[in-house]
């Protein structure tokens, strides 16, 4: 079965600890993104990628970085820069993000809590 | 700037109750495409329908309809008969080239449906 797969689907972290979130998807997909969503919000895009080797920040991407290192997978750290982590996390994928028309594909997300 | 404005916050209804979901945007753009998205309580966003600028043309699939006005830059959502399994947060987006073919969303309406 194609699709996107995140983990884990929970995540605890102690205040000042990095922690790494995995997206991996066998769609093979160009394109893949970031968003974070906290309580009774919409989506807000942290980083999204177009081509292996490469990414760029979205809206919201302080204290955050990521990789593209192999087409299917597309990780991203949660570092101690970020104030206020907590949140539902989302990783989405696209044929190409270079055509408007193209809807994205969600992954199940993961929720990070900072205890 | 793109912007999506989904008003209704939270809507309550009773089993079998048509229900519309209001959805706004703002665009300079002249291609652009609205999408609708649904996230059932297991966290993943489905993707219902997307629609193109050029075609206004309302849109119906079993007890979901679409009526997209250009003159008043809205993309609604409707639910006939609506059930229990309906009841999820729906998400509006707007893609367009000014920004980049990113989504931008809205902020979601949340539909709860009652037996």
């Known amino acids: 079965d194609g699709g996107i797969t995140q983990s884990p689907k929970y995540l605890f972290r102690k205040e000042g600890q990095n922690v790494t979130l995995s997206c991996e998807q066998n769609l093979n997909h160009d394109a893949m993104y970031w968003y974070r969503q906290d309580p009774g919000q919409g989506l807000r895009l942290i980083y999204y990628?177009?081509?292996?080797?490469?990414?760029q920040k979205g809206d919201i991407a302080e204290g955050y970085s990521v990789s593209r290192e192999k087409k299917e997978s597309f990780p991203l750290t949660v570092t101690s820069a970020q104030k206020n982590p907590t949140a539902f996390y989302l990783c989405a994928s696209s044929i190409d993000q270079g055509y408007s028309y193209n809807e994205q594909f969600f992954g199940p997300g993961t929720r990070l809590t900072v205890l | 700037a793109q912007k999506v404005t989904q008003a209704q916050t939270e809507i309550s209804v009773v089993e079998k109750e048509d229900v519309t979901l209001d959805c706004v945007y703002e665009?300079?753009?002249?291609?652009?495409?609205l999408f609708w998205y649904k996230q059932p309580p297991s966290g993943e966003l489905v993707f219902l329908i997307r629609r193109n600028s050029f075609d206004e043309q309302n849109e119906i699939s079993g007890r979901y309809s679409w009526n997209f006005q250009k003159s008043t830059s809205s993309f609604n959502f409707t639910i006939t008969a609506s059930q229990v399994v309906d009841s999820a947060v729906y998400f509006c987006a707007l893609s367009d080239r000014n920004a980049g073919n990113m989504l931008t969303f809205g902020g979601g309406t949340r539909l709860m449906v009652k037996p």
């Open positions: 990628s177009q081509i292996v080797n490469d990414f």
């Open positions: 665009t300079r753009d002249t291609t652009y495409y």
